[in-house]
């Protein structure tokens, strides 16, 4: 059995896991930004997990279970994020940038 892949799942969480600015304590011991936080975390592992089962998998009930883990997912950090965007007690957008400035 190959092992690679279970191997790779602490790096793929570590690289999911979504970076903290230098935020003030106030806002790093809120709850509803933890969640934001912790939530953002899962929708980004999930997504690039099933990312890599559509890479790898031939089976088709697997690519299609990957299909709707990347949909759901990423819809979920779509309305996180939105919900960043007008809730004050989310005072920083809970997902990292996609950019590399």
Do not use: K, W, Y
Not at 11 to 27: E, F, G, Q
Not at 58 to 65: E, G
Not at 77 to 99: E, G, K, N, V
Request: aromatic share 6%; charged share 10%; glycine share 0%.
């Amino acid at each position: 059995m190959n092992r690679f892949p279970v191997l790779m799942i602490p790096l793929a969480l570590a690289a999911c896991t979504p970076v903290m600015s230098a935020a003030d304590p106030a806002t790093l011991n809120n709850p509803d930004f933890q969640f934001a936080q912790a939530a953002t975390g899962s929708n980004l592992f999930e997504i690039q997990s099933s990312q890599l089962a559509l890479t790898h998998s031939t089976s088709a009930p697997v690519r299609a279970f990957a299909q709707m883990l990347i949909a759901d997912h990423t819809n979920a950090q779509t309305q996180l994020a939105s919900l960043s965007q007008t809730c004050s007690s989310i005072s920083a957008p809970p997902f990292p940038s996609t950019s590399e400035d």
